[in-house]
């Protein structure tokens, strides 16, 4: 996550533009500078917009002090603290807006005060590139990056990333939270516990059970079960640190 005071407008990757009502307004929950310009970039394609037609407001659960940094309102793009944050403020479409299932996890526990919200108010994105079975099933908060292919019969939870390329066999499982970054293949009927992460490249063979919050490094081929809360790393992937 970015400090805000290391950010400042020359590092902003999007366009700033005054509000126009022809502007279309999204709500992003988090921010990281990167994250969002990739983030806005697939939304805009998705639409055939330009990324400047959308008012982002961007909700963070990181204290700011006005003194040190006074921006809430700049240009076309609103940063509303998670505490101040209405209902009225959430009733326009709403995206994780972060590349991690941790940060979204703790936005929308710290925005459960707001009536009638909760992670199901929160928008999934299947790239218009990648291939979903109908058969397979996608929770909320999800984003689905180009290329990727899911398999039939897969179920996929809320906050989960799938990065650019990767595969995902038929009649897997992908709990809460779960990343896979690009690249990873998942061969079928693979369960992956919450709050997994499998590195660039990761490869998994059929039936294996990664536990929750455990880590497989990049490149790492999964040969067989891997419990929860370790690091496993190698080919085959060994068990590296709990």
Do not use: Y
């Not at 805000?4 to 988090?30: C, V």
């Not at 397979?136 to 906050?159: L, R």
């Not at 919050?213 to 790492?220: D, H, I, L, N, T």
């Amino acid at each position: 996550m970015i400090s805000w005071k290391q950010k400042n407008l020359e590092h902003w990757d999007f366009t700033i533009k005054p509000i126009n009502k022809e502007m279309d307004t999204i709500n992003f929950l988090g921010f990281h500078v990167q994250c969002a310009s990739v983030l806005i970039d697939l939304l805009s394609e998705s639409q055939s917009k330009s990324r400047s037609d959308f008012r982002i407001q961007f909700f963070h659960n990181l204290p700011i002090n006005s003194t040190e940094n006074p921006i809430q309102d700049l240009g076309s793009h609103r940063f509303i603290g998670t505490e101040n944050c209405t209902q009225d403020d959430l009733s326009f479409p709403t995206f994780a807006g972060i590349m991690s299932g941790k940060a979204t996890e703790a936005i929308v526990q710290d925005l459960l005060h707001v009536p009638h919200f909760g992670i199901d108010k929160v928008e999934s994105f299947v790239c218009s590139s990648a291939t979903v079975a109908q058969s397979t099933t996608i929770g909320h908060a999800t984003w689905i990056h180009p290329n990727v292919t899911i398999s039939s019969d897969c179920t996929i939870g809320n906050g989960v990333i799938v990065g650019r390329n990767a595969s995902i066999g038929h009649h897997c499982k992908l709990g809460d939270f779960v990343k896979i970054n690009p690249g990873v293949h998942i061969a079928s009927n693979t369960i992956i516990e919450s709050h997994s992460e499998l590195g660039i490249g990761a490869s998994v063979i059929n039936g294996i059970r990664i536990g929750k919050r455990s880590f497989v490094a990049a490149g790492a081929a999964v040969i067989r079960d891997v419990p929860a809360d370790v690091l496993v790393a190698g080919v085959p992937a060994n068990i590296k640190s709990k």
